[in-house]
């Protein structure tokens, strides 16, 4: 993967909705659940806008704490408007932690790749796409390898 931040900047400006609603949420979260099943990932997977969950789904062999950490990754994308892989790899970049720089605690807010931003083309972020379970670079991995096949299909 490539994690340059130039090129994290250009997922998130290709991987945009023309729309999203609750069924877009339901037919997007069920292809995460399908890719995950079929490879045996132990994943929880969140797709919320800024007011409400639309889809939450939980694999055999996750915990709790995946909770905990979408939570703190959706508070983190909400928060700067950018996916939390870009975000923590800036930090790293720069060398300073997000205490440092923003003097929010990494308790509440998790700079750590899985959470995108549900971007409308000509609105801006509405929520948030996140998974929790895997590596940080896998979990971001997911999220854009599924965002981009489910906009293929879409289109």
Same mark, same amino acid.
């Given at each position: ?25 339901? *037919? ?10 079929? /490879? ?5 997977? %969140? ?11 939980? #694999?055999?062999?996750?915990?709790? %704490? ?7 990754? *959706? ?14 790899? *800036? ?23 899985? #959470? ?22 896998? %979990?971001? /991995? ?14």
């Amino acid at each position: 993967m490539n994690d340059s931040l130039e090129a994290i900047l250009r997922q998130e400006e290709e991987l945009q909705f023309s729309s999203f609603n609750e069924h877009d949420a339901w *037919k997007l979260g069920s292809l995460f659940v399908e890719r995950a099943q079929s /490879a045996a990932l132990a994943i929880s997977i %969140d797709i919320s806008t800024k007011d409400k969950i639309l889809f939450h789904y939980s #694999c055999l062999g996750t915990n709790p %704490d995946n909770e905990l950490w979408i939570a703190r990754k *959706k508070n983190l994308v909400n928060r700067f408007g950018h996916s939390s892989w870009y975000f923590g790899q *800036k930090l790293k970049r720069d060398g300073v932690t997000l205490e440092e720089r923003y003097y929010v605690s990494e308790r509440d807010y998790a700079p750590h790749g899985g #959470c995108f931003p549900l971007a409308i083309k000509n609105t801006g972020i509405i929520g948030t796409i996140t998974v929790s379970g895997l590596p940080q670079e896998e %979990d971001h /991995a997911l999220v854009v390898e599924t965002i981009a096949a489910y906009l293929r299909e879409k289109r």
